[in-house]
T-cell receptor
Framework: LAKTTQPISMDSYEGQEVNITCSHN???????ITWYQQFPSQGPRFIIQGYKTKVTNEVASLFIPADRKSSTLSLPRVSLSDTAVYYCLVGSSNTGKLIFGQGTTLQVKP | DAGVTQSPTHLIKTRGQQVTLRCSPI?????VSWYQQVLGQGPQFIFQYYEKEERGRGNFPDRFSARQFPNYSSELNVNALLLGDSALYLC??????????????FGPGTRLTVT
């Protein structure tokens, strides 16, 4: 199963756009790319999922190039409440086994 | 609608004991997965069940077992507890259709402390 690599931490300021890039060089044909957000002592919360090209929902956008070996989560105009750990992961559509990496700790400053 | 619920919220056990954790999925969700999250690390996949059958297993010893009931709720059992089993145990449910797993929704977790 594909492993993911993402920055350990990022800092940003309120109102800025934040882009977190994740690499998954060994992604398989059936794998989806999913991003989760996690606050301390809480379960991860689903943000967005995609297979290829671009996906957008009310909270984020996900950009996936044609080779699918990386993906970028874009958070528009972050606020202090967006301070959390963000996980990029790939999951098989056959088994549902999700591999979480170390995550990116995003710190949003006022 | 209620989200994924887990019980108990917190649990303290001693080494060598056995523990059972419970999970109720979102109504209509037929797939339940279990994850272990040690402090400071990302969740690690333990099991996935779909329609009461095991569909995936992570790299955990046989001391870990699980099952899914006809109402799609699930139990995770851990025998012969070790100090290293102290972690947040997360349950996630998903709307799986024909074995294809969609996004997973996580519960708040059970914090297990082994002393």
């Amino acid at each position: 199963l594909a492993k993911t690599t993402q920055p350990i931490s990022m800092d940003s300021y309120e109102g800025q756009e934040v882009n977190i890039t994740c690499s998954h060089n060994n992604i398989a044909t059936n794998d989806y790319i999913t991003w989760y957000q996690q606050f301390p002592s809480q379960g991860p919360r689903f943000i967005i999922q995609g297979y290829k090209t671009k996906v957008t929902n009310e909270v984020a956008s996900l950009f996936i190039p044609a080779d699918r070996k990386s993906s970028t989560l874009s958070l528009p105009r972050v606020s202090l409440s967006d301070t959390a750990v963000y996980y990029c992961l790939v999951g098989s559509s056959n088994t549902g086994k999700l591999i979480f990496g170390q995550g990116t700790t995003l710190q949003v400053k006022p | 609608d209620a989200g994924v619920t887990q019980s108990p919220t917190h649990l303290i056990k001693t080494r060598g004991q056995q523990v059972t954790l419970r999970c109720s999925p979102i109504s209509g969700h037929k797939s339940v997965s279990w994850y272990q999250q040690v402090l400071g690390q990302g969740p690690q996949f333990i099991f996935q069940y779909y329609e009461k059958e095991e569909r995936g297993r992570g790299n955990f010893p046989d001391r870990f077992s699980a099952r899914q009931f006809p109402n799609y709720s699930s139990e995770l059992n851990v025998n012969a507890l070790l100090l290293g089993d102290s972690a947040l145990y997360l349950c996630a449910s998903s709307l799986a259709i024909s074995g294809i797993t969609y996004e997973q929704y996580f519960g708040p977790g059970t914090r297990l402390t082994v002393t």
